[in-house]
């Protein structure tokens, strides 16, 4: 039987692995995306976890210490 | 670092960052070698070319029937052990799994064509394959359906151990009844009955394939993880409006 008989299904099997795998390797990428992007916006509002420090606030650095 | 450090979120987190980008180009060099090696393969003395939809039908059976075998798992972590990340794996191995048991079936239903003279027929391996398909939809659907992430899982770690029956159905259908379906092939008592030549590639695959799953599930992880975040501090932000 040669390599061309059935090249259809082969190519549609391929095809469709190339679909399936895909659609399921964007939707994990875009939702790590989705994600990451609701929890900066979160975060830049001041909503932080109780575990996590409150971002501290912008003031100029201390003058250090001569030793 | 010892395993029970992966019990923690924000470990697990750093872990996954760290090891995502090395796994996905494991996989994509896993994929080039794999596929090489799948289209350099001699045809099949039965088959003819057709063979070749075995590489993508085989590696994606056994890796949907592997999802269900880690949320049963995962469903034992969190009825029993009660562990963090439990009900989080579970979540995330769902639509993986889901995606290979489909590829599954396309697969096997263009391999069927040509070598049966029909896409489908209602045997028993066939069927009880449909039904993992199914249980994954279901599964999916609980855990959009249940808004309250701790409940989700423990509704859905039940819904998965009586889904687990499906398993040892689906792998000895093809020995308890009269199946079109060949029987096994490959893992079976007295060594496989595939040539090296089609063997060796069709291993190469499912590691890849298997690569690609443990790369999917782990960056899904992560997601899922995130997510929760998301819904901590959406909660914190209401409360602290009202």
Known sequence: MGATAHINFIAASYAAAVIIIGALIAWVTLDYRAQRRILAGLEARGVTRRSEPPRPERTPAPMKEEA | MPLTDFANPSR???????????????TVLAF??????????????????????????????????????VMTVAALGTLVWRH????????ATAPVGAA?????????????????????????????ELVLLLLYLGVIALWRTVEDPSRAARAVAILTLVGAIDLPIIKFSVDWWNTLHQGASVFRIGGSTIDPSILIPLFIMALAATLLFATLVLAAMRNEILRRRVRTLRLMQASAAS
């Open chain 2, 12 to 26: 697990f987190l750093g872990f996954a960052n760290r090891t995502i980008p090395w796994l996905s180009g494991l």
């Open chain 2, 32 to 69: 080039a070698f794999a596929l090489n090696q799948a289209m350099v393969a001699p045809d099949d003395y039965q088959q003819g070319a057709t063979v070749r939809i075995m590489f993508l039908h085989v590696p994606a059976a056994w890796l949907g029937m592997l999802g269900w075998g």
């Open chain 2, 84 to 91: 963090p990340l439990a009900d989080v794996a579970a979540k």
């Open chain 2, 100 to 128: 290979f048991t489909l590829l599954c079936l396309v697969t096997g239903s263009l391999w069927g064509r040509p070598e049966w003279g029909t896409y489908w027929v209602w045997d028993a391996r066939l069927t009880s």
